[in-house]
């Protein structure tokens, strides 16, 4: 595997379900990246990790709860979702989160698919 | 706050032709902007980074350009191919008032190349 995997690449869940989204990073990246694309709206960052610290959340509900046991996993997990919730998730990593060069240049997996019934 | 624009939504050509695609942002201190493809239902494949050093970059019939004080880059695709439809996104990298370093997108150029 290379790049940025995510899985699953499709999920459709009801409101009441629990479930996890997960992106892993074969790049040996330092900072990873949970962002929410909906339908006809800009890319919206929900948060940022930089060596497993949660430096960013960006006004996200608690339904979203992230994870980033080390540095080449993130999670999502998903809990009493609405169906405005139903949107195409993306993970992305970077190098670093900050510094010079094309350090934070940043490599994107090709998301899941959520739908939220 | 910054705002990224892209203009146009959507741009239609025929086979061959050269375009440009254009993204505005509203303020000027940026690090890097960022060229990204996604095609219908995928991720984002980084096309192009510019540092807010840089003029222009360029990778193979793509050639993106960087004029910061005027908040402004263009990404200029040489005959275009059909393989080319896809929408094309400008993301800009700012620190804003709290210290963030965030990472802004516009809402993209929606690409059609006619065969």
């Known amino acids: 595997e290379t790049g940025v995997t995510q899985t699953p690449r499709h999920l459709v869940m009801g409101m009441t379900n629990k479930k996890s989204l997960k992106c892993e990073q074969h790049l040996g990246h330092n900072a990873m990246y949970w962002y929410k694309q909906s339908a006809k709206k800009p890319l919206e960052l929900m948060f940022v990790y930089s060596l497993e610290e949660r430096v960013e959340n960006n006004s996200v509900p608690s339904r979203f709860s992230p994870e980033c046991p080390n540095s080449s996993h993130l999670f999502l997990h998903l809990h009493t979702l609405q169906p405005e919730d139903s949107a195409l998730y993306l993970c992305?990593?970077?190098?670093?989160?900050?510094?010079?060069?094309?350090?934070?240049?940043?490599?994107f997996g090709p998301g899941t698919r959520l739908t939220v019934l | 706050k910054q705002e990224v624009t892209q203009i146009p939504a959507a741009l239609s050509v025929p086979e061959g032709e050269n375009l440009v695609l254009n993204c505005s942002f509203t303020?000027?201190?940026?690090?890097?902007l960022q060229w990204f493809r996604q095609d219908p239902g995928k991720g984002l494949t980084s096309l192009l980074l510019i540092q807010s050093s840089q003029r222009e970059q360029t990778s193979g019939r793509l050639n993106a350009s960087l004029d910061k004080s005027s908040g402004r880059s263009t990404l200029y695709i040489a005959a275009s191919q059909p393989g080319d439809s896809a929408t094309y996104l400008c993301a800009v990298r700012t620190t804003e008032e709290t210290g963030r370093r965030a990472l802004t997108f516009g809402s993209g150029t929606r690409l059609q190349v006619q065969p």
């Open positions: 303020d000027s201190a940026i690090y890097n």
């Open positions: 992305a990593s970077s190098q670093a989160l900050a510094g010079g060069g094309n350090r934070n240049e940043q490599f």
